[in-house]
């Protein structure tokens, strides 16, 4: 199981896709109190099957206390833990120092750095001008660092021609290379034209994946890349998500909920009716419980179609 912990919404960025960095606003009246690191330790979930956990935001590295709460899940889940970051690679070298702290105690590390387009188009969409230039530089000291390293392009309408071009930037890099469409909210829907050029460029990927293959994941990621486009036209996906399942989602707050569903939709933000519960107010017993039941009764995952995710799509090669 891999989960997903939101450290925080707060982030340095407003890229024109995300709307989390809201969510991370004093003045909008929406943040709330983060958990401690005295709260994670007291109430993580003994989830005995916890292969890795994915520290996002908001900007991750924003957390003071990052290291001091890796630790805490290093000490629950033991050192076979996989740790993960997703970075917006604004403060290289802030990164490289909490990277180095948490490598003294573990070293099962690994972080992906948001890149979504060429230097121009990274920062428009990001909003800040260096931006690209930052993400680089965080993505060559991972590479000193001999961290293992992903690029992370999420497609949207002011990038999609350009998915071919970053994914031979992630190869010059060294870095693995991750993408998926922006999740359709309102200003975010591809034309039919942009969709075959998107579909083209990441069958060619996939190609180029395929050749190279020496284990089964990267057929699996190849399979995901081919069909990206046709699930977003059919509203159909190809086979069944695990959510809540092979993977959660922790809230800053507590919140635990089974999938991305709940954050990225447009009913809104941490939807009641899929919450499972708070680690901090239910029992372990309560929130397993709890979770068969949104997942079996709310979510059916295994028939929703909402979204066509890696996580979600790699996972499935768990159980098969
Ligand atoms: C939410 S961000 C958090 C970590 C960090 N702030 C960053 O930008 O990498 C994690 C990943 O989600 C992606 N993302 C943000 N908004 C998205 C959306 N509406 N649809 C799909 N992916 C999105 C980002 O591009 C990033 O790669
Ligand atoms: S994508 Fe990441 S960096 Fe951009 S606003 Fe969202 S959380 Fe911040
Ligand atoms: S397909 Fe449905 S259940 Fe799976 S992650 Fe997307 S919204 Fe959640």
């Not at 690994?110 to 969409?125: A, F, L, Y």
């Not at 990038?159 to 359709?184: P, W």
Request: with cysteine.
């Amino acid at each position: 199981m891999i989960l997903h912990y939101f450290v925080t919404y707060r982030c340095n960025l407003r890229c024109n896709f995300c709307e989390l960095w809201k969510l991370g606003q004093w003045k909008l009246g929406q943040l709330k109190e983060e958990l401690t690191v005295g709260e994670l330790e007291e109430h993580l979930p003994i989830f005995r099957e916890l292969e890795s956990v994915v520290f996002l935001g908001g900007e991750p590295f924003l957390k003071r206390e990052l290291v001091s709460i890796v630790r805490a899940f290093v000490k629950k889940y033991g050192s076979g833990l996989g740790v993960c970051f997703i970075t917006n690679g604004q403060f290289p070298d802030l990164i490289k120092k909490t990277l180095e702290e948490i490598r003294s105690f573990h070293s099962y590390l690994s972080c992906s750095v948001s890149i979504d387009g060429t230097k121009e188009i990274h920062d428009k969409i990001r909003g800040r001008e260096g931006a690209f230039d930052k993400a680089v530089e965080t993505l060559k000291m991972l590479g000193e660092m001999d961290i293992w390293k992903d690029l992370s392009f999420t497609i949207s309408p002011l990038n999609y021609y350009q998915t071919y071009e970053i994914f031979e930037l992630s190869k010059k890099l060294g870095c693995s290379f991750s993408t998926r469409l922006a999740h359709d909210l309102d200003h975010q829907t591809f034309t039919r034209n942009q969709l075959e050029i998107i579909d083209g460029q990441l069958n060619r990927i996939a190609e180029e994946k395929e050749e190279l293959a020496l284990e089964p994941e990267s057929f699996i990621h190849a399979y995901y890349l081919r069909s990206i486009v046709e699930v977003y036209r059919t509203g159909k996906r190809k086979v069944p998500c695990l959510a809540g399942m092979n993977f959660l989602i922790l809230d800053p707050y507590g919140d635990m909920y089974p999938c991305f569903n709940s954050y990225w939709c447009k009913e809104g933000y941490g939807n009641p009716e899929m919450r499972i519960g708070n680690i901090k107010e239910n029992s372990f017993e309560e929130i397993e419980k709890r979770r068969v039941e949104v997942v079996k009764d709310r979510l059916k995952p295994w028939k929703c179609n909402r979204c066509w995710n890696e996580c979600d799509v790699s996972s499935f090669k768990v159980i098969k």
